[in-house]
């Protein structure tokens, strides 16, 4: 059985950092393209960056480029986003996913997500 846990959400103060971590089982993850998606309330998905099986070849999103460094751990099956300079529009629900190097994946390929909140 594929699952995909994220974890490493919570509540920041715009211009805090989080790392965001996708532990994976089911499948084998040396071999997946991953990547990283977000839904704010009441908008559309957004793909953020994907990344190659052998972590060398690696997308993002223009307005997170700088930003966000996504990176994996194949020995662990673990993806990872590390989010620094957030801003009240980084929040959202975020998912890891199979597949997605340059574009969304389908919500089927996507983990349950973990909230991000920047606030004052």
């Known amino acids: 059985q594929v699952q995909l846990v994220e974890s490493g959400g919570g509540m920041v103060q715009p211009g805090g950092s989080l790392r965001l971590s996708c532990t994976t089982s089911g499948f084998d993850f040396n071999y997946a393209v991953m990547s990283w998606v977000r839904q704010a309330p009441g908008k559309g998905p957004e793909w953020l960056s994907g990344i190659n099986p052998a972590g060398t070849t690696i997308y993002y999103k223009d307005s997170v480029k700088g930003r966000f460094t996504i990176s994996r751990v194949n020995a662990e099956n673990t993806l990872y986003l590390q989010m620094i300079d957030l801003k009240p529009e980084d929040t959202a629900r975020y998912y890891c996913?199979?597949?997605?190097?340059?574009?969304?994946?389908?919500?089927?390929?996507w983990g349950q997500g973990t909230q991000v909140t920047v606030s004052s």
């Open positions: 996913s199979r597949g997605g190097l340059v574009s969304l994946p389908p919500s089927n390929l």
